[in-house]
Structures are given as structure tokens and as C-alpha cells.
């Protein structure tokens, strides 16, 4: 079982920045292939951005050129530095770890956009 615990969130007015930190137990991290998700109020949960062990990233159109995900495997973390932020960017943000057939969530981190 891999636990995954997010860090970073809170209240930051528009045009701001935020870093969120997902670190992960255990010692196949650099094995794994990390996401961060969102999910806002009323809205399903929708993929923010994901890296690949190879350090492959991808991202949501809606946070490209402003969001960047990125990992440290020394320190079993994965960052999602946020810049630019919008209110549209309020929601609880969760990051995933892939592995083969497993798939763990963390328990989330609550962004929110606002003046």
C-alpha cells in the first residue's frame, strides 16, 4: 500500500501562485508514474497534469503555460507549481501514483482563488 499526502494548498487571490508537494511512502516511487487531479464543487474530477517516470509530462489545456508538474525521486515527491491562478482553478487537488495495475489517491488539498 502506498500512501500519498499533499501539502501546499490554500487561499490565494487571482493572478497569485501556489506550490503544491505530493510526497509518497515507500521505496518504488521513482517507478511511478504521478498525476494531480482536481475536482471542483458540482464538476467531476478532471486530470490537471501527469509525468511518467521518464519524466514525460502532460497537461489539462486549461493549465498549459501556467501549471508545472515536476519530481523529485530522491525526496519521493511530486510538485504542481501553479502560477497565474484563476478563480475557474478553485477546487480540492489530489495527486495519483500509477503503477502497473495499482492506483492510489491521496487524500486531496484545497486550492482556492479568490480576492
Known amino acids: 500500500q502506498v500512501q500519498l499526502v499533499e501539502s501546499g494548498g490554500g487561499l490565494v487571490q487571482p493572478g497569485g501562485s501556489l506550490r503544491l508537494s505530493c510526497v509518497a511512502s515507500?521505496?518504488?516511487?521513482?517507478?511511478?508514474?504521478m498525476g494531480w487531479y482536481r475536482q471542483a464543487p458540482g464538476k467531476q474530477r478532471e486530470l490537471v497534469a501527469t509525468?511518467?517516470?521518464?519524466?514525460?509530462?502532460n497537461y489539462a489545456d486549461s493549465v498549459q503555460g501556467r501549471f508545472t508538474i515536476s519530481r523529485d525521486n530522491a525526496k519521493n515527491t511530486v510538485y504542481l507549481q501553479m502560477n497565474s491562478l484563476k478563480p475557474e482553478d478553485t477546487a480540492v487537488y489530489s495527486c495519483?501514483?500509477?503503477?502497473?495495475?495499482?492506483?492510489?489517491w491521496g487524500q486531496g488539498a484545497q486550492v482556492t482563488v479568490s480576492s
Open positions: 515507500g521505496s518504488m516511487f521513482r517507478f511511478y508514474a
Open positions: 509525468i511518467t517516470s521518464g519524466r514525460i509530462t
Open positions: 495519483n501514483a500509477e503503477y502497473l495495475k495499482y492506483v492510489y
